[in-house]
Every structure is written in structure tokens, then in C-alpha cells.
């Protein structure tokens, strides 16, 4: 994986490769974002980097160790490209480039959550290596619950063993095989839990040329032992202009629902693809709907809402409520000061939002998106569709007619 095919991130990307050209690269880091932000793939791709064979830092690795003598006389290749400054990009072609791009390196090795299928297993990476493989394929911006139904954990709870921890020992204790460095990725080492202390001489005191990147999501679940002898790395919510560009380029979509997934999704690029299996789905007519039927108390209409509503499924539930979430956001920014909003947020969200300022300040807009949290909260446990949104109907019609019955048209 290139940096090319990460989105976004240029700072990050700048900041990393000037790490290896001003020799700078600490023996363990800690890439830190949420949910869909590309830290795993920054990460695969920061490590294609670093064994790149025209990497300047192969180069000077190949030159201090002692050259094998040539069976027929003939000098080592060396790499033409020993300027650290004018490499940004690994190059693609090298056998270490393209063994990383299928994730078969053998000195690039891969740390995830793990669920034992059958009693008395000890599962390790490793046995789900196929698997992990055809994960970042097709999903390298996925979360755990996409991982866990890619190797059908029929809803166990994954976590890093002490079996895995034991394996990564004996891996890292071994001396690379091509590259000038070992590299271990661990993704989500917040579900190592006490495992973790086994690793935690390894870290501090690592073979020669070792190099950890742990890949997390929230630092707060991680062993405050392990987070201490990392360098951190934080990864930023990606720019909604990068989002749309890559839901053009990649995803196909059109330039106006491009951006109007990007601006909803708020820098979270798995959020964007989930709401792109719904970009068929008018949340603005079910909005609109449900706030009329709710303002004029139009009980008939209402039950028919709630009705169909119940019957579209959790996911497009929470996408809904979402949606209406994001309105409300907007709507507090633009009652703030209308020139808060993004210049790629869509033109009917802009709308929508100047028409719920009519019908609420900020203290009910604020009301409303506790509200909206909460159900959807509810929505994740299984709650009654009909007496969730029911419920719902009856507090959105409160709060909103103690400013007004301005009705949105």
C-alpha cells in the first residue's frame, strides 16, 4: 500500500517521511485516530515504505554491514536513490514493495483481535493470516465489528491472547529476513488487556533495528505501561474535501451526493461508505414527513410514519437519526454564525438548517440531539421500533412547540 492510496493526511504523511530522511524514527509509535480516519492503512503504508529496497535507508543499512563476498566478482546493487530528502513514496516495483502490497512480506508482521472457534484453541494471528489478507483488500478502512464478521466470530468478543503475545516474542527475536528492518503492526492493541505485559521488556528494550506501530482508536483502553514507551502519532478526522474526492474517484459517485456524504460524515471515512449503501434513501423527505405529522398533530399520520419507520431496519434507523443529528449540528453552527459551515456542506442541508432555526433556539436544538442520541443508543439494544420512535414523536412535538408551529415545507 502507497501513501498515494491512503486519503488525505498529507501533514502526516510529510511528517512520517521525514522521520526515516532526518533519522528520527523511534523503536515503537503509536498511530492514534478514530474510527475511519486511515490509521491502519497509514500505517501498512509506512511500513511498504520503510522496506522499500530504494528506500535511502536500506541503502546506508546495506552499506554499514559487511558485503558477502561475489561467488563471480561482481559489486552489490546499490540503490541510485540515496537522497533522503527526494524519496517520499516508495517505489512500487522493488520485491519488497511488492510482496508488502499483498501483505506477504516476511519482515513486515501483522498483531489484530482474534476469537477462538472451537474449545481448547489458542488462536494467534497468524491462523487467520488468509483472512486478514482479503480484510484490507476490500475494507482497509474497516472497523473491529467488520473484521470480526469477516471471520464469522458469530458475535464473540475478540482480544489480543497471551498465546499472541508469546508468538510475537519468538517472531521479533528472529533476525529480518530482507529488510533493513522488523516491523510489527498491531492493530487495536486496546484488547490486549494484562496480556500486554508480556510485551513490555520487548518494547522498551527491543532487538536491534525493531520497529513496533501500534494502531489504536482510544488511548484510554490501552496498558498505561505499553502507551508510556511509545512515541505517538495522533491521526486527525479526515478533511470532508478529501472524502469527496475520494467518493468520486473510487467510489464513482457523483460530484453533489459525493458531497453530500461528506459533509455528514464528519471526517469519518467508513461512516461515509456506510451511508453511501444508503445514498438511495431520502432522509430529508422522512425528515420532513415526521416534523409535520409531529408540529400539526396529526395522529393518522404519525402512526403511518412510525409504522414504515419501524419496518426499514436498525441500520437505516441509525442512519436516519444520524442524518437528523447532523441537521441539528448545522443548525447550532448557522444560529452561532452562518459562516461556520463548511463550504462542502450541501445546499439542502444549508436550507434545512436555516428553517429549524425558525423553529428552535439552541437551548431545544441541543434538546433534540439528546434525544436523537439516546434513541439511537436504544436502537443498538434491540428497543421496540414502534415504542422507540412513538416515544420519540411525543418528546419531539414538546420540545419543539414551546418556541413555535413554524412547520418545515
Known sequence: MHFNDVIGQQALKQQLTHMIQQNRLSHALLFLGKEGVGALPLAIAFAQYICCENNPLQTNKKKEAPAAASLFGEEPAIATNTDPAS?????GICSSCTKAAQLVHPDIHFSYPTVTLKSGDKPISTNFITQWRKFIAA???GNVYDWLQEINTENKQGNITAEECNDIIRKMSLKSFESAYKILIMWMPEMLGKNGNKLLKLIEEPPPDTLFILVAE????ILPTILSRTQLVKVPLLQPADIQQALVTQQHLPLHTAKQIASIC??????????LQHADDNWETMLKEWLNATVRFNAAAQVKWIDETAKIGREKQKQFLKYFTHILEQSIRYSANPTLLSEHTSDSIISFAQKFNKMCDATQLEAIAQMLSEAAYYIERNANAKMLFHALTIRLYHIITNKSLILIQ
Do not use: K
Not at 464528519?266 to 451511508?275: D, F, P, R, V
Open 87 to 91: 524519496f517520499t513514496e516508495a517505489c
Open 139 to 141: 475494507q482497509p478502512y
Open 218 to 221: 482510544n488511548d484510554a483502553l
Open 266 to 275: 464528519e471526517g469519518n471515512y467508513h461512516e461515509a461508505l456506510q451511508q
